[in-house]
Nanobody
Framework: QVQLVETGGGLVQAGASLTLSCAAS????????MGWFRQAPGKEREFVAR????????RYADSVKGRFTVSIDSAKNTVYLQMNSLKPEDTAVYYC?????????????????WGQGTQVTVSS
């Protein structure tokens, strides 16, 4: 049974940095794609970043490109999201996601496995 557990959210001021972690367990993820989505109040869940478990082919939403970095430590079965230069519009619940790669991987409906979410709040 796949389990994804996020940690690292919190309340920060604009311009600050945070690192989210996602501990993955329950199977071998070698051929899977891991990533992050977020959902702000009153809005739909949206894609943030993804990376292959092997560490390649990272992709980002335009809104976070150049500020966020997704990475994997396969020895620790952990996926990270380093968030720099945070803005108030980054405020959301951030969810770790995992599934086999498909052309629709960036769409929430294509993802079978989710973490419980961690709140990130950026004050102005």
């Amino acid at each position: 049974q796949v389990q994804l557990v996020e940690t690292g959210g919190g309340l920060v001021q604009a311009g600050a940095s945070l690192t989210l972690s996602c501990a993955a367990s329950g199977r071998a993820f070698t051929t899977w794609t891991m990533g992050w989505f977020r959902q702000a109040p009153g809005k739909e869940r949206e894609f943030v970043a993804r990376i292959l478990w092997t560490g390649g082919s990272s992709r980002y939403a335009d809104s976070v490109k150049g500020r966020f970095t997704v990475s994997i430590d396969s020895a620790k079965n952990t996926v990270y999201l380093q968030m720099n230069s945070l803005k108030p519009e980054d405020t959301a619940v951030y969810y770790c996601a995992a599934d086999h790669w498909t052309a629709n991987w960036g769409e929430p409906r294509s993802i079978d496995y989710w973490g419980q979410g961690t709140q990130v709040t950026v004050s102005s």
